[in-house]
């Protein structure tokens, strides 16, 4: 069972900056991977950003390219999701989950065993 821990949401006004983490003590974490979902209320949640298992391959919806960024540090167990230049669009619960199943980029929820809690985005304009 892989624990997944989200943090570094907050509210902030748009055009600002967040970086949210995705955190496990699992100490099979790299050999997973890495997906950013997002559910805004009264919405179907949806895929925003991947990664591989080593970080060499990413994968963004149209969405958040060119704004959001996903990176990993295997060696702390993290992801991170830095999300810039924001809009009230963004506005969401976001949620990492992780797969032992496949070696590149997923976006299919149904691609991800595992879920975290999830961190509340509000960007107010």
Known sequence: QVQLVESGGGSVQAG???????????????????????????????????????????????SVKGRFTISRDNTKNTVYLQMNSLTPEDTAVYFCAATPDYYGPRRRANDFTYWGQGTQVTVSS
């Open 16 to 62: 600002e900056s967040l970086r949210l983490s995705c955190a496990t003590s699992e100490r099979t974490f790299s050999s997973h991977v890495i997906g950013w979902f997002r559910q805004a209320p009264g919405k179907e949640r949806e895929f925003v950003a991947a990664i591989s298992r080593s970080g060499g391959r990413t994968d963004s919806a149209d």
